[in-house]
Structure formats: C-alpha cells, structure tokens
C-alpha cells in the first residue's frame, strides 16, 4: 500500500513520510481507522454511538469528531489516551464536538495529558475551548491544588480555522488536509490523512459535493456520510416533521446514490459509509444501505459498524 499511496498521491506525501524510519521505536507498526461512532444527530441511542473515529498511525491516535459517547467508546476499542496526538472536529454541530471537551478532560485526569495537544476546527473551536474551561474551573482548580496535577489549560491548544482548502499540519505519522464543503446552514471541514501506509479521507457532514472527490482522489479508504431517503421520510413522520424539515435532512446531507457518484469519481479503493442518517431504525438492513452506493461505485463497500477497524495496508 505504500507504493499505491506514493503513486496516487504523488506530490501530497512529505519525503520524511514515504519511508518508516528505521530507528523508530514504535511498537505497533500499521495504520488503521477505528469507527467509534457511527450514528448521524445528536439523539442517544439505538445500537450506534454518536459521530466520532480514531485514525491509528504506528503508536500515534488522531481522533476525528467527538461526539456523545465517544470518551467510553474510545476506551471499549482499548485506545491509550497517552497516544493521542491531536484532535480534529468537521463541524459546529453538536453531534460532531460535544463531548470534545470531556474527552481532553478524560485525558488529563488520567494524568495522561503530559504535553501541548492541538485541536483543530471551524471557528468557535478556540472560544469552546475557553467556555469548557469556564465550566469546569472548580473542579479543576480544587484537583490542581489539592492533587497537584499539570494545569490542562496551558496544554490544549484550539485553533479556528479558515475556511479554505489547506494543509492542516504534519508531523512523523500523518500529513492532514481540510477542504471545506457545504452543509447548510453551516460549512464543514473534510479531512484527508495521508500516512506511509495510505489514505483516509473523512467527508464530515456534507451536502453532494464533487470536489470532494477530487479531494479524495486516489484515497485507500473514504469515509463518507450517508442519507437514506424512505428513512428520512420515516424520521419525519417520526418526529411530525412537514417538508421543511425534510428537506432541511435531505439538502444539507448525501443520497446513499449520490455517495456512489462520488467514490465512483474518486476512485478509491474502498467506501466506508458512515453518520448514517436515520441510524437508529434497525428495519434499514446493510443492503438498502448499500443498494443506491452500488450503482455508482463498483469498489469495495463497508456499511460502518461501531468499533470497526479498517487497516490500512
Ligand atoms: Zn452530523
Ligand atoms: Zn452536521
């Protein structure tokens, strides 16, 4: 996979990446994404977790979008908090970032936060970072005093980013991009990881969106959001929703057949869909899942489990 990464994304993969260094001293070798969340919205509940990943490089954890749960389920799939290395959020919504406080507190109070940690989002993030701190001052303050713990507010780092397409930062694992796309009312970031051992894009919420595969061009994995239209007309009768509210879900989101189009115009070499939308309505079995994608995408299709892992190699 390595020679298939530096082929189909020449020019985008630093030379320090390209090859492992020989002296490293990291005990796991390989890359794999790790799906710790795979529902779309903020309601709790049914058998998937709310939107959150963890993409695995050798011994270094990047976490993409902290949703509810994602503490716990960072934990279920035996992830190490000393690991992480830096945090990134798509978007303002808060199926996408509410627990992304509670997550860095998590990996504090475990003495686990050691070193400066970058998070990385749409404006807002470094003011939500401030209001965390705000809302929890008492019991970190009293646990710094009376536990001598490190002060985890000179540790986690926020930075607003603008909406352009950019390099977001690179270090000895990953080289990461954003491009921005729509997700009306609000914009989202997609991410792309490039590593010595493939690709992952991740599409974050986002409306039918063709530069996005162009972004994702030559991918190994994309991980895309997903809509299923008669679930979407059941969740409105659900909630008694007019066609405002249906509308809203469908325009601002990704057809299972529109998902197709765009791993078919990518080229990668394999779809995970994911932020299913409904993604608590069991009678929505993996194949109407996947029916629309296929007609479009003739790759390999993952319909994404909570606690999956997708190796990359
Ligand atoms: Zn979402
Ligand atoms: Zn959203």
Redesign the pocket.
Known sequence: MKLGLAAGAAGLIPTALKASSPGASASHKGAKLVLLGTK?GPRVGGSRSNPANALVVDDAVYVIDMGMGVTAQFVKAGLDYKQIRGLFI??L?S??ELEFGNLVYNDWVTNSLTKPLNAYGPVGIEEMIKNYWALNKDDINTRIADEGRVDPRDLLIGHDMPFTKHVVMQDDHVRVSALPTP?KP?Q?FAYRFDTPYGSVVYS??TSFYPPLAEFAKGADVLVHEVLYVPGVDALTKRVNGGEDFRNHIIN?HTTTEQVGQIAAMAGVKKLVLSHFVPGDMSWITDDMWREGVAKHYKGEIVVGRDLQEIPLS
């Open positions: 779309g798509s978007h919504h199926d996408h997700h609000l989202n974050g919420d601002a």
